[in-house]
């Protein structure tokens, strides 16, 4: 670039001497060749993108909505399941429930609780073992939860209980009367339906 | 063309002159009418607190539930969409089945709620979201389910008339929730906003909401697995007396708050409705009895207080009392013997009794009751407590002045009577009995209930000689079933005559109070058996506290006793006084204790 100038100024001083610099003028502005058809092919251009624009902002709040709308209706029933959930679990061990389980596995109430006394080491109280024995009848009715599948069966699970007992208790009344009706037999009637009358004896 | 201009303005014109007349000025009301109909005020109802007892276990708890209501005159076959995007016509009969099967009701009784010409009318209360989303999968356009809230109970009954329940319209009618109905219930709020045609909340709109402010939970000095113990025992006791009902209560003698209110029968708040009258209220609050001898506790405090007797004095006590026209016997026949003092309560003796509390003048034996409570309300917050009814020393009739004594022309509830050992047990200090613990509001801030002033009703030595005593009854006295293995243990059998509603007397009121470890007494239970059935002598409840204290020791982990209890004689024969008549024996006197002897 710096040659160019060097050739150029050189060639100037080597011609005809200082020539007259021409006056500036200004250009005449061109006739502009864009058409009216490019500006309106702009303008709508320019309006579609707007309302493309809003038409997908629009879309995107609707959906956010929906979105929002579902996410809510799903949270409402997760709750919903967790606080049938949390009934249940409650139902199963309300106190008169647990106990009424525990006994249907054959687990009975410790004894004697043993202790020891840390300072001492010694054994201050001691255990005993726990001895098998009836099942209790747990008289604590379970609640009459509504809605609630565990408090349902475990309704259902004590009415079993109570029949199970009340048949138990006819089957040994039962047995003791056919028990005392065999004893009747085995007396001597001496050919009669009564006993012969007892004499009580003096002193008692 | 400037013609066309000038039209289209003059059209422009118009139309912005139409939208400022409505914009602008809306005369008609027409902004406000949209902004009406797309406004949706709805009630945002506050949750009701939780109660629980002392380990935290719910005991009453919020639900969200659904009512189903129908629009009858909307009742029609209807065209719904179903889940594969075809429509489907439903009959009304079908609808039935549909609804019946949703809900888990009769197919009569859901027809029975769709028939009729309402524009209103419950199909189902209360029913479960679980349900409730079934039913909306039909899409039934007549039927609406409005949010609502039920209480449940996980416990049912067990403790139901301590907790409480509330009626069909969420009034509460009994127990905590009645009592702690102000902190239970909280301020329901209000959401307004706005919603476009399809019932989608319009996201851009102005939204206004005032919060529900929640209702506050409430812990209960109760706990469930003792209340369990209790009941259980009570129950098993009751059942096998044919008692008419039954009580016990376990409580914290430290602090007076109460562990269990046991009673033989109580309302599952879960189904207040099917629930007798008499098991609506909890009866160791609410039933006054007669005490029994378990007053002989009050009476013995009150001499031994005051100086008259310790628990080594020897009385000599006829076979019966003639006090003017009035005669008065013990349970048990026996000649005129000579007792300590400590060996007639631990027979429990009416005569001896008398003759040791009548060195108290009239006034002085009523103020002695009056100030362990008796004829006043102790105050837990629980409705309905009776006051039980001590008369005037005045108005006592010649008996009276006598019985008073022992229990009998005297009544409170079977928590005064707790409350009364309670202060002997505490070094005499009675702290009235109280069951909330504290109350946890929605924010989170924790406020207790102020408890009540410990009140020194006794002198610290007169109350360690009522223990004394008390460990004498069931060691070497009538109460030796009541002993609780490893453990130091007093306590006081009673037995009283139950007043008949008809006049007179039917049945007895058996009770046995009794508090462990004797070394330092922490728990306290009182069982009591109304009009059990059979022989006086069989039907006591000693094994029952038994059984129940046991349990609370345990369950508890309190240290078993290592240390023995004090040993009175009961009896010292070679001091009978020959010259003590059933008519003179209230006149004879014995050496006043020194102080180092009612110090012992």
């Known amino acids: ?204 | 063309m400037q013609v066309g201009i000038a039209v289209l303005l003059v059209l422009l014109l118009l139309v912005v002159g139409k939208l400022f007349w409505i914009q602008g000025l809306d005369p008609s009301g027409r902004a406000e009418a949209a902004a009406a109909q797309r406004t949706l005020v709805e009630s945002i109802p506050a949750v009701r607190g939780e109660i629980t007892d002392s380990r935290g276990a719910v005991l009453a708890r919020t639900l969200q539930r659904y009512d189903i209501t129908v629009d009858q005159t909307a009742v029609t076959s209807v065209d719904v969409p179903s889940t594969d995007g075809s429509t489907q016509t439903v009959t009304p009969t079908q609808a039935v089945y549909k609804i019946a099967d949703a809900l888990g009701m009769s197919d009569t009784d859901v027809k029975k709620a769709l028939d009729g010409d309402k524009t209103f009318n419950y199909v189902a209360r209360g029913v479960t979201p679980e349900q409730y989303n079934k039913l909306r999968e039909l899409n039934l356009p007549y039927i609406y389910g409005q949010p609502t809230f039920q209480r449940s109970y996980p416990n049912g009954s067990l403790g139901g008339s301590v907790v409480g329940f509330l009626g069909g319209d969420s009034q509460a009618l009994g127990g905590i929730e009645q009592t702690q109905d102000s902190a239970l219930r909280g301020t329901d709020g209000e959401r307004r906003f706005e919603i476009s045609g399809d019932g989608v909340r319009i996201p851009v709109a102005p939204q206004e909401q005032k919060a529900a402010q929640n209702g506050s939970d409430v812990q209960l000095s109760l706990d469930s697995d003792v209340q369990f113990f209790a009941e259980q025992a009570v129950r098993e006791r009751a059942k096998a007396l044919k008692a008419e009902w039954g009580t016990a209560v376990v409580m914290d003698v430290k602090t007076g708050k109460v562990l269990a209110l046991a009673d033989t029968s109580s309302v599952d708040p879960n189904a207040p409705g099917e629930a007798k009258a008499e098991d609506l209220g909890v009866r160791a609050v609410t039933q006054s009895v007669e005490p029994g001898s378990t007053e002989k506790i009050a009476t013995l405090a009150g001499a031994l207080d005051r100086g008259i007797v310790t628990p080594s004095t020897q009385i000599t006590v006829p076979s019966y009392l003639q006090i003017g026209s009035e005669k008065i016997t013990d349970a048990f026949d026996h000649p005129a013997q000579n007792r300590t003092v400590a060996g007639i309560i631990g027979d429990s003796m009416n005569t001896g009794t008398v003759i040791m509390g009548s060195k108290m003048d009239k006034q002085t034996r009523h103020d002695n009751l009056a100030n362990f409570g008796v004829g006043q309300a102790t105050g837990i917050e629980l409705p309905g407590e009776s006051t039980g009814i001590l008369a005037p020393a005045d108005q006592w009739d010649a008996r009276q002045e006598y019985t008073v004594l022992f229990g009998q022309g005297v009544s409170q509830t079977p928590l005064r009577t707790a409350s009364i050992f309670q202060a002997v047990a505490n070094k005499g200090r009675q702290i009235e009995p109280r069951i909330v613990n504290s109350v946890t509001a929605a924010d989170g801030t924790v406020s207790t209930p102020q408890s009540p002033e410990p009140k020194q009703v006794l002198s610290e030595s007169a109350a360690q000689d009522t223990l004394d005593v008390m460990e004498n009854v069931v060691t070497q006295g009538g109460a030796k079933e009541a002993a609780v293995p490893g453990y130091r243990v007093g306590g006081k059998t009673g037995t009283a005559e139950a007043p008949s509603d008809s006049g007179g007397y039917d049945g007895y009121t058996t009770s046995f109070v009794g508090v462990a470890p004797m070394e330092d007494p922490q728990y306290l239970v009182a069982v009591t058996m109304q009009r059990p059935q059979g022989d006086v002598h069989t039907v006591g409840v000693t094994s029952t506290f038994s059984t129940i204290m046991s349990q609370v020791l345990h369950h508890y982990n309190v240290a078993p006793s290592t240390t023995e209890g004090p040993k009175f004689d009961m009896q010292v024969p070679e001091n009978i006084k020959r010259d003590v008549t059933p008519e003179n024996a209230l006149e004879q006197t014995w050496p006043e204790p020194s102080r180092d002897d009612s110090q012992g």
């Open chain 1, 1 to 204: 670039m710096s040659s160019a100038a060097t050739t150029a100024s050189s060639g100037a001083s080597e011609g005809h001497g200082p020539e007259r610099r021409r006056p500036l003028s200004v250009v005449p502005h061109r006739a502009s060749r864009r058409s009216r058809v490019s500006t309106v092919v702009m303008c709508a251009l320019a309006l579609a993108a707007a309302l493309v624009g809003i038409l997908v902002l629009n879309i995107q709040i609707t959906q956010g909505q929906y979105e929002l709308t579902e996410l809510t209706g799903q949270q409402r029933a997760l709750s919903q399941e967790n606080e049938a959930l949390t009934q249940d679990i409650e139902a199963n061990s309300a106190p008169q429930n647990l106990a009424a389980r525990a006994n249907d596995l054959g687990m009975v109430s410790a004894k004697d609780v043993g202790s020891i006394d840390i300072a001492s080491g010694a054994v201050s109280a001691p255990s005993a073992v726990a001895e098998k024995g009836d099942p209790q009848n747990i008289l604590v009715p379970p609640a009459k939860l509504k809605g609630s599948d565990a408090a349902e069966a475990n309704r259902r699970a004590a009415e079993e209980r109570a029949e199970k007992r009340a048949k138990e208790e006819a089957d040994k009344k039962t047995a003791e009367r056919e028990a005392a009706q065999k004893a009747d037999n085995a007396r001597d009637l001496n050919g009669g339906s009564l006993p012969a009358p007892s004499q009580r004896a003096p002193g008692n």
